[in-house]
Every structure is written in structure tokens, then in C-alpha cells.
């Protein structure tokens, strides 16, 4: 089963509180600091890094990366970091600034190509162009900050995207995704935090689920798994393979590593789950732990 | 028959009421609006199947039944106004706060009394689990008497911006009363009835005239004593947290967005977290209460009948909001 080491707490994040992220204070989200738990998970059998694309994230991949840690390390980007964006929004004054700031990012940071394109989608009002320009420069990013060693798995979009797509029925958002990042060789993927609903929309619009991956909660007492846990495991029963990734297995905090393993190892179609943490003695503990477990 | 619904507002809350409501059986997003002509180009060309106006008045050729409103709070008034005005919709949403001031919002009741529809204002706190487990508490007498609050609501969100944008962008959010704070003063009224404000300070960190902190006390039914603050340039708050803390004869409750803590005189501590409140939605898009509120919108606007927060309740944080800043 592949285990990943997950980032939220390298951003401060805690979904069982946020009085939780702060008490863990700002040590845990310091690049060098976030490094050296990730390095300690996989010495200890993780065997990859799952993560938004941010600085903070960017910023371990190099550290990784200069302490030659990188070589067979496999990588599980999320894009966008759509709580940053969020958090921009509310700190820029809206949508179309927020977007403006982007574009500036993109050139500043001298990603021409992507810039181009973005450009090119902006003129002709393309979305399509624009999506893949995105993606285009989110690689672009983590391919220069991760060592060569490093496999880049499978870019998701973030569940804030995939769910709205979902909701608001773009299906040719998911076909251009898809066919954008197959072409790239590289597995798209999808976090979800309406697991069953997705399921059930992709079977209707005829995407092959061998060819995705999907990352969504799976967690002992249901804990964002929607509409139901009954319904969430009933469609994960019902992939024709193992391509999911669990998150939440711990349901933010809020279950023990023997009562999440217990649950996460009666599931028959898993490909793998992601654990955030937060402590060296924590990160550990936590993947010997799973490893033997698991 | 589906309910002919229409967005106004194409920004993040905009965006995300239109996903939640298209998850509905009984809901056909039929136009979306903004002003911004770069938003209603690309929306143009994201939505094949629903038309995208940039003016409200546009929409009155829809023949909707329900609106959401979702822009910025200085502009709210005018829309809803004009909303009922040509007719545009008799179920009118309008995210938090539902106008600009005490008259404004005054006005838009009045508005809204001549019309049949349902009419509610985004206080979606009132349908997180958490608060409702705070209120089911208080309600059954199991803090007993009430002696005092402390509400509250921060974010980090203007931390590290500069005067010039500070002043732009709290403009464009209706200042910290009314984005932030508004959500503590409504969960106050909402558990302890009406109240008033009896002193006040605002604080301006950036010396423009825009409040970055806020801190006043009010006075409740059977003098209840309560303290509410809010704050934008708080560290640690990441995302933006509501809370209260009630001190009653029988305990202390603390409440927040995450969990419900009780702990009675006898120094026994009672935790709930939203694992243990059943907070499983339909359809999931930045917290369950955004589903939950629309959920019983659409079904009011169904049975023709107001859920709460209507207008008349929402007018009331206007109310205190206009007092701090007399005050």
C-alpha cells in the first residue's frame, strides 16, 4: 500500500481546530523544520510526499533535495492551493485582482512559456488555454524545486476546483484535465471531498477510472466523507482498481493510529492514504507504526 | 417544476452557492451577473448553458423565482432594492451583511414585506453544527442562568498589508463591523435575544479611518453582561473563527466553529468536536452550513414561508453596528 507524509500541518492547518494549529505554533511550518519530518517519515516507511503547490512546500522539495533524499521520493501535487487563494481573495479585494496577482506571479517569477500561453488564453477569453497554462507553470515550479530523482506521480486538482466542476457539471474541464496531463505522462488526479458524488458523475460522463487517481477522506467515523461513509465505501467498492489515495485518516486528529490503521486495512480497494505530521517522535511512530500495520 | 434561480456576484461566495445550488433536484441556474467584463467573459465561456448578464436589471427578462445576491456588502442595498423594485424575484438571498446600515437594511424590510416570497441573509453560522449544539445547551438550561459572553470573530486576513491597500480592500468588504464582526454579533442575538451597546473602541492600526479591531459591551435581557470583539489583523487565524464563551450559573460553554466545550462548576469538562454533531451534507463545498442554509432557503421558498435569518432578524446587527459607531 503506498503511504504518503501529507502537509496540512506544514501550512498551519488543523480540521479538527484551528486553536490546534496554533498551539502546534509556527516551528512546524518552517520549510527546514517541515523538511526534516518529511525525511524522518520516509526513513521510517513512507514513500512519498503528498502536497498543495505552495512556497512553503516548494521550499522542503529543495531542502530535500540538497540533502540527497529525493532519489525514488514520489510526489503527489495539489493545485491550486486554493486556501491561499482564498485567504488572497479576502486580502486583495477579490476575484479579479486576485487573478491579476497571478498573472504578475507568472511573469516575475520568469515562467515565459506558461506566461505566453496564459496570455494567449487571456486574449481569446479561453478557459481551456488557461487551465493548461496554470498546470503548465504549477509543474513547471515543482520539477525546478524537486530534485531529478524525484517522480512526479500525479498532479490532483484541488477539491475546492474538482468539486465546483462537479457541482456546476464541466464536464469538458475534467476531459481537458485529463487528456491535458495524460499527454504530459504524468496521472491526473482529483481531490474530492464528495467522494460517492464523483464517482457516479464520472460513470456518467463515461471518464475511465483506471486512467485517474483520486485522493478523498476515508476515516473510521465518517469524518467529511459525504453524502454518507456507507455511500463513500460503496463507491470505493465499486472502482474497477485500486486508485484512490485516503486523506483524513485520522479524522483530523481525532482517532488513534491503531483504531484509523484497523479501519483503513478493512477497505479491499485503497491504493494508498496520506498522514500529516506534526513532530519528529510524531512522524516516527506514525509510519513504523503504519508500515508494519499496513 | 424546477425554481428558475440567478447569481449576482461572481466572487468566491458567489461561485460557491451556485455549485451548492446546482447540486438540487429542484434548482435551475438560469443567469449568472457581475459587472466585472473580464468575470462575464470567462464565465461566458465556462457555463455553456446559462446566460451571463452584467447588469441586474437584465435579469428581469428571467422570470425567476429565487436570487442570490453574493456582492461585495456596500453594494447590497441597491441590488435588493432593485430586486424587488422591477420584480426581479420574489425569494430573495443576501449573503452577510444584508445592507450598509441601520436605515438601508430598515428599507429593504419594508421591501421585502410587500413581496410573498422567502427572504434570508447568509448568517451561516446559525446552521453549523457546533452553535447549534451551543444553542440546543443554552436552551435546555444546562449552563443555567446566564451571567455574561464574550463573542468573538478574528482572521489574520489584513496582517502584513499596507495602509493603501488596507484602506481599498476593507472598503470593498464593508469595513471589519460588517464583514467580520458581523458574525459575532448575530450568533449574540441569535442566543441571547435583543441587546445594547453600552460603550465602544474602535481601533485603526493603519490610520486611515477603517477599523482593524473592535471591542465593545452590551447589555441583554435581565442585564446579561457581554463583551464582543473582533479583529482582522489577529495571528493565528488563518481562516476566520467565530466564538463565544458564556458563563452561566451552572458552567462555562465555549463555542466555536470547530467544537462545543462545557465545563460545569464541579470543574467537569464535556468536548464535542463536528465528528460527534453529524455533520455529513449532501454535497460538501466549504463547510457543511453553506449546504445546510441553502437547503432550508430553497425549501422555505418552496412553502413560501421566511427561515431564519430573515431580513427582520439581520436588520438587528445593522442596528448594533450603527450603535458601536455612534457610541
Same mark, same amino acid.
Given at each position: 500500500? =503506498?503511504?504518503?507524509?501529507?502537509?496540512?500541518?506544514? !501550512?498551519?492547518?488543523? !480540521?479538527?481546530?484551528?486553536?490546534?494549529?496554533?498551539?502546534?505554533?509556527?516551528?512546524?511550518?518552517?520549510?527546514?523544520?517541515?523538511?526534516?519530518?518529511?525525511?524522518?517519515?520516509?526513513?521510517?516507511?513512507?514513500?512519498?510526499?503528498?502536497?498543495?503547490?505552495?512556497?512553503?512546500? =516548494?521550499?522542503?522539495? @529543495?531542502?530535500?533535495?540538497?540533502?540527497?533524499?529525493?532519489?525514488?521520493?514520489?510526489?503527489?501535487a495539489?493545485t491550486?492551493?486554493?486556501?491561499?487563494?482564498?485567504?488572497?481573495?479576502?486580502?486583495?479585494?477579490?476575484?479579479?485582482?486576485?487573478?491579476?496577482?497571478?498573472?504578475?506571479?507568472?511573469?516575475?517569477?520568469?515562467?515565459?512559456g506558461a506566461?505566453?500561453k496564459?496570455? /494567449?488564453?487571456?486574449?481569446?477569453?479561453?478557459?481551456?488555454?488557461?487551465l493548461k497554462s496554470f498546470v503548465s507553470y504549477e509543474i513547471s515550479?515543482i520539477k525546478?524545486?524537486?530534485? /531529478?530523482?524525484?517522480i512526479l506521480d500525479s498532479v490532483m486538482? !484541488?477539491?475546492?476546483?474538482?468539486?465546483?466542476?462537479?457541482?456546476?457539471?464541466?464536464?469538458?474541464?475534467?476531459?481537458l484535465y485529463i487528456d491535458f496531463m495524460l499527454g504530459l505522462g504524468i496521472k491526473p488526479g482529483?481531490?474530492?471531498?464528495?467522494?460517492?458524488?464523483?464517482?457516479?458523475?464520472?460513470?456518467?460522463?463515461?471518464?475511465? =477510472?483506471?486512467e485517474?487517481?483520486?485522493?478523498?477522506?476515508?476515516? /473510521?467515523?465518517?469524518?467529511?466523507?459525504?453524502?454518507?461513509?456507507?455511500?463513500?465505501?460503496?463507491? =470505493?467498492?465499486?472502482?474497477?482498481?485500486?486508485?484512490?489515495?485516503?486523506?483524513?485518516?485520522?479524522?483530523?486528529?481525532?482517532?488513534?493510529?491503531?483504531?484509523?490503521?484497523?479501519?483503513?486495512?478493512?477497505?479491499?480497494?485503497?491504493?494508498?492514504?496520506?498522514?500529516?505530521?506534526?513532530?519528529?517522535? !510524531?512522524? @516516527?511512530?506514525?509510519?513504523?507504526?503504519?508500515?508494519?500495520?499496513? | 417544476?424546477?425554481?428558475?434561480?440567478?447569481?449576482?456576484?461572481?466572487?468566491?461566495?458567489?461561485?460557491?452557492?451556485?455549485?451548492?445550488?446546482?447540486?438540487?433536484?429542484?434548482?435551475?441556474?438560469?443567469?449568472?451577473?457581475?459587472?466585472?467584463?473580464?468575470?462575464?467573459?470567462?464565465?461566458?465561456?465556462?457555463?455553456?448553458?446559462?446566460?451571463?448578464? +452584467?447588469?441586474?436589471?437584465?435579469?428581469?427578462?428571467?422570470?425567476?423565482?429565487?436570487?442570490?445576491?453574493?456582492?461585495?456588502?456596500?453594494?447590497?442595498?441597491?441590488?435588493?432594492?432593485?430586486?424587488?423594485?422591477?420584480?426581479?424575484?420574489? +425569494?430573495?438571498?443576501?449573503?452577510?451583511?444584508?445592507?450598509?446600515?441601520?436605515?438601508?437594511?430598515?428599507?429593504?424590510?419594508?421591501?421585502?414585506?410587500?413581496? &410573498?416570497?422567502?427572504?434570508?441573509?447568509?448568517?451561516?453560522?446559525?446552521?453549523?453544527?457546533?452553535?447549534?449544539?451551543?444553542?440546543?445547551?443554552?436552551?435546555?438550561?444546562?449552563?443555567?442562568?446566564?451571567?455574561?459572553?464574550?463573542?468573538?470573530?478574528?482572521?489574520?486576513?489584513?496582517?502584513?498589508?499596507?495602509?493603501?491597500?488596507?484602506?481599498?480592500?476593507?472598503?470593498?468588504?464593508?469595513?471589519?463591523?460588517?464583514?467580520?464582526?458581523?458574525?459575532?454579533?448575530?450568533?449574540?442575538?441569535?442566543?441571547?435575544?435583543?441587546?445594547?451597546?453600552?460603550?465602544?473602541?474602535?481601533?485603526?492600526?493603519? +490610520?486611515?479611518?477603517?477599523?482593524?479591531?473592535?471591542?465593545?459591551?452590551?447589555?441583554?435581557? &435581565?442585564?446579561?453582561?457581554?463583551?464582543?470583539?473582533?479583529?482582522?489583523?489577529?495571528?493565528?487565524?488563518?481562516?476566520?473563527?467565530?466564538?463565544?464563551?458564556?458563563?452561566?450559573?451552572?458552567?462555562?460553554?465555549?463555542?466555536? &466553529?470547530?467544537?462545543?466545550?462545557?465545563? +460545569?462548576?464541579?470543574?467537569?469538562?464535556?468536548?464535542?468536536?463536528?465528528? &460527534?454533531?453529524?455533520?455529513?451534507?449532501?454535497?460538501?463545498?466549504?463547510?457543511?452550513?453553506?449546504?445546510?442554509?441553502?437547503?432550508?432557503?430553497?425549501?422555505?421558498?418552496?412553502?413560501?414561508?421566511?427561515?431564519?435569518?430573515?431580513?427582520?432578524?439581520?436588520?438587528?446587527?445593522?442596528?448594533?453596528?450603527?450603535?458601536?459607531?455612534?457610541?
Amino acid at each position: 500500500m =503506498l503511504i504518503l507524509v501529507g502537509d496540512n500541518p506544514f !501550512h498551519g492547518v488543523s !480540521h479538527l481546530s484551528q486553536e490546534r494549529a496554533r498551539v502546534r505554533g509556527d516551528a512546524v511550518t518552517t520549510p527546514e523544520y517541515a523538511a526534516d519530518l518529511v525525511m524522518i517519515s520516509l526513513e521510517n516507511g513512507a514513500d512519498g510526499f503528498m502536497f498543495s503547490v505552495s512556497e512553503t512546500t =516548494l521550499s522542503i522539495l @529543495r531542502i530535500l533535495g540538497e540533502k540527497d533524499v529525493a532519489n525514488g521520493l514520489r510526489l503527489y501535487a495539489i493545485t491550486p492551493a486554493a486556501a491561499e487563494i482564498a485567504r488572497l481573495m479576502g486580502s486583495e479585494g477579490g476575484m479579479e485582482e486576485t487573478a491579476k496577482r497571478f498573472a504578475r506571479q507568472m511573469v516575475t517569477l520568469g515562467n515565459f512559456g506558461a506566461a505566453f500561453k496564459g496570455l /494567449k488564453g487571456a486574449i481569446l477569453m479561453d478557459p481551456g488555454s488557461l487551465l493548461k497554462s496554470f498546470v503548465s507553470y504549477e509543474i513547471s515550479r515543482i520539477k525546478s524545486s524537486a530534485a /531529478k530523482e524525484a517522480i512526479l506521480d500525479s498532479v490532483m486538482l !484541488h477539491e475546492i476546483v474538482t468539486d465546483m466542476g462537479l457541482a456546476l457539471n464541466l464536464q469538458w474541464l475534467f476531459n481537458l484535465y485529463i487528456d491535458f496531463m495524460l499527454g504530459l505522462g504524468i496521472k491526473p488526479g482529483f481531490e474530492t471531498r464528495n467522494f460517492a458524488f464523483l464517482v457516479n458523475r464520472f460513470r456518467e460522463w463515461n471518464i475511465n =477510472l483506471r486512467e485517474i487517481m483520486i485522493a478523498a477522506p476515508f476515516n /473510521k467515523v465518517g469524518f467529511q466523507m459525504n453524502p454518507s461513509k456507507v455511500e463513500c465505501e460503496q463507491a =470505493l467498492a465499486s472502482l474497477p482498481e485500486p486508485n484512490v489515495v485516503a486523506i483524513s485518516i485520522l479524522a483530523a486528529g481525532y482517532l488513534d493510529l491503531s483504531e484509523a490503521a484497523k479501519y483503513i486495512k478493512s477497505l479491499s480497494n485503497l491504493k494508498g492514504f496520506a498522514v500529516g505530521v506534526s513532530r519528529e517522535k !510524531h512522524a @516516527r511512530e506514525t509510519f513504523e507504526f503504519l508500515k508494519e500495520r499496513l | 417544476m424546477k425554481m428558475r434561480t440567478a447569481i449576482v456576484g461572481l466572487g468566491k461566495m458567489g461561485l460557491l452557492h451556485a455549485s451548492i445550488l446546482s447540486t438540487f433536484p429542484n434548482i435551475q441556474i438560469v443567469a449568472l451577473c457581475d459587472k466585472s467584463k473580464l468575470i462575464t467573459k470567462f464565465a461566458k465561456k465556462i457555463f455553456e448553458k446559462i446566460k451571463i448578464v +452584467n447588469s441586474v436589471e437584465l435579469l428581469r427578462d428571467f422570470d425567476l423565482d429565487v436570487i442570490y445576491v453574493t456582492t461585495p456588502i456596500p453594494s447590497h442595498f441597491k441590488i435588493v432594492e432593485m430586486v424587488y423594485s422591477y420584480g426581479i424575484a420574489h +425569494n430573495v438571498f443576501v449573503e452577510k451583511t444584508l445592507a450598509s446600515s441601520s436605515v438601508e437594511a430598515s428599507k429593504l424590510c419594508q421591501l421585502a414585506q410587500t413581496s &410573498d416570497g422567502a427572504h434570508m441573509v447568509g448568517y451561516e453560522r446559525r446552521y453549523a453544527v457546533t452553535f447549534n449544539k451551543a444553542q440546543e445547551l443554552i436552551h435546555q438550561g444546562v449552563i443555567g442562568d446566564l451571567i455574561s459572553f464574550k463573542a468573538y470573530a478574528y482572521s489574520s486576513d489584513f496582517i502584513g498589508l499596507k495602509d493603501e491597500k488596507a484602506v481599498k480592500v476593507s472598503a470593498s468588504r464593508g469595513g471589519l463591523l460588517r464583514d467580520l464582526c458581523a458574525h459575532a454579533v448575530d450568533l449574540a442575538l441569535w442566543y441571547f435575544g435583543d441587546l445594547r451597546v453600552i460603550s465602544s473602541e474602535l481601533k485603526c492600526k493603519h +490610520n486611515t479611518g477603517f477599523e482593524d479591531a473592535v471591542k465593545f459591551t452590551v447589555r441583554g435581557v &435581565d442585564d446579561l453582561k457581554g463583551c464582543i470583539e473582533a479583529s482582522w489583523c489577529m495571528e493565528g487565524y488563518r481562516m476566520p473563527e467565530a466564538g463565544l464563551t458564556i458563563e452561566g450559573s451552572k458552567g462555562v460553554l465555549h463555542v466555536s &466553529d470547530d467544537k462545543v466545550e462545557f465545563r +460545569n462548576t464541579a470543574g467537569s469538562l464535556i468536548k464535542w468536536h463536528r465528528h &460527534d454533531l453529524k455533520d455529513d451534507v449532501e454535497f460538501l463545498l466549504g463547510a457543511p452550513e453553506y449546504y445546510r442554509e441553502s437547503k432550508h432557503f430553497i425549501e422555505s421558498a418552496v412553502k413560501g414561508s421566511s427561515r431564519e435569518p430573515s431580513f427582520f432578524t439581520a436588520s438587528k446587527v445593522e442596528q448594533i453596528i450603527d450603535q458601536v459607531k455612534k457610541s
